[in-house]
T-cell receptor, first 115, second 114 residues
Framework: DAKTTQPTSMDCAEGRAANLPCNHS???????VYWYRQIHSQGPQYIIH???NNETNEMASLIITEDRKSSTLILPHATLRDTAVYYCIVRGTNAGGTSYGKLTFGQGTILTVHP | EAGVVQSPRYKIIEKKQPVAFWCNPISGHNTLYWYLQNLGQGPELLIRYENEEAVDDSQLPKDRFSAERLKGVDSTLKIQPAELGDSAVYLC????????????FGPGTRLTVL
């Protein structure tokens, strides 16, 4: 699976949009971009995923560039409860083999939302 | 709906002692995962089960780690004997159907080896 690069940490003011970037320049055509987050002392939580088109759900929006080499997770109105580590993961879709469906976490971005 | 349940939440043992972690996945989820998370790092997959079968255990240190998932529901991860470097959080996750579906994680077991 392609590797990802994320900033180590980011800050955001409460109520403002948080834009978390992710670089995945070696992504291949059949690989999806997934985002998970991990609040302190909890297990990771799924946020959103996408292939080519932009995606939106009740938690966030995912913007993927046309060349698919980078993406941005947007939390439109960040709250204090959004303080967490955010993981951008590229995940393959090739059936078979031990890497099938495997989530490979990096170190993620520590997002701190300030009052 | 209950989430993934793990126990114990915390465990402190001395090195060379055995330890076991238990996981109860979300009802109906046939795929179960064990992850290891060191401080400041992202989780790393140790083993993945499809029902009772371990389909990916390539990252499991088999000299001291073992896992089982009898009847394709609950799972136990064991370390024997534990070493100082095993201090970490052990996370269990489950998903329904294809392993490409969303994974739901439990809160983890924090292991401290003294």
């Amino acid at each position: 699976d392609a590797k990802t690069t994320q900033p180590t940490s980011m800050d955001c003011a409460e109520g403002r949009a948080a834009n978390l970037p992710c670089n995945h320049s070696t992504i291949s055509g059949n690989e999806y971009v997934y985002w998970y987050r991990q609040i302190h002392s909890q297990g990771p939580q799924y946020i959103i995923h996408g292939l080519k088109n932009n995606e939106t759900n009740e938690m966030a929006s995912l913007i993927i560039t046309e060349d698919r080499k980078s993406s941005t997770l947007i939390l439109p109105h960040a709250t204090l409860r959004d303080t967490a580590v955010y993981y951008c993961i590229v995940r393959g879709t090739n059936a078979g083999g031990t890497s099938y469906g495997k989530l490979t976490f990096g170190q993620g971005t520590i997002l701190t939302v300030h009052p | 709906e209950a989430g993934v349940v793990q126990s114990p939440r915390y465990k402190i043992i001395e090195k060379k002692q055995p330890v076991a972690f238990w996981c109860n996945p979300i009802s109906g989820h046939n795929t179960l995962y064990w992850y290891l998370q060191n401080l400041g790092q992202g989780p790393e997959l140790l083993i993945r089960y499809e029902n009772e079968e371990a389909v990916d255990d390539s990252q499991l240190p088999k000299d001291r780690f073992s896992a089982e998932r009898l009847k394709g529901v609950d799972s136990t991860l064991k370390i024997q004997p534990a070493e100082l470097g095993d201090s970490a959080v052990y996370l269990c996750a489950s998903s329904f159907g294809s392993s490409y579906n969303e994974q739901f994680f439990g809160p983890g077991t924090r292991l401290t080896v003294l």
